[in-house]
Nanobody
Framework: EVQLVESGGGLVQAGGSLRLSCEAS????????IGWFRQAPGKERERVSC????????FYGDSVQDRFTISSDNAKNTVYLQMNSLKPEDTAVYYC?????????????????????????WGKGTLVTVSS
């Protein structure tokens, strides 16, 4: 059974940091891309960051570039999202998703391919709240 389990969310003051984890099981980690998305109340889902399992290349959305860092520990089947200099507008539920389709390059730029609306596996999310 494939599972993605997010953790690490919480309440933090603006300017602070959090590290999210996405622990994966049930598939070969290196064959998949794993991405972080977020969704704030009343807003559309937003691409945050993605890492490609086969080569570890990271990709970032414009709004988090230079503040967030994605990494992976293949031995632990876990992807991390280090979030620094957090802003109130970063408040959202953060989800990780995985697919064998290489969707990571689409985290940069504006094009949102239809295939990304149906990624194979999703976690249940973890809430990040940034207070001002």
């Amino acid at each position: 059974e494939v599972q993605l389990v997010e953790s690490g969310g919480g309440l933090v003051q603006a300017g602070g940091s959090l590290r999210l984890s996405c622990e994966a099981s049930g598939f070969t980690f290196e064959d998949y891309s794993i991405g972080w998305f977020r969704q704030a109340p009343g807003k559309e889902r937003e691409r945050v960051s993605c890492i490609r399992g086969r080569d570890g290349k990271p990709f970032y959305g414009d709004s988090v570039q230079d503040r967030f860092t994605i990494s992976s520990d293949n031995a632990k089947n876990t992807v991390y999202l280090q979030m620094n200099s957090l802003k109130p507008e970063d408040t959202a539920v953060y989800y990780c998703a995985a697919d064998a389709f290489d969707f990571c390059p689409y985290f940069e730029g504006t094009y949102y391919p239809p295939r990304m609306r149906g990624l194979d596996y999703w976690g249940k999310g973890t809430l990040v709240t940034v207070s001002s």
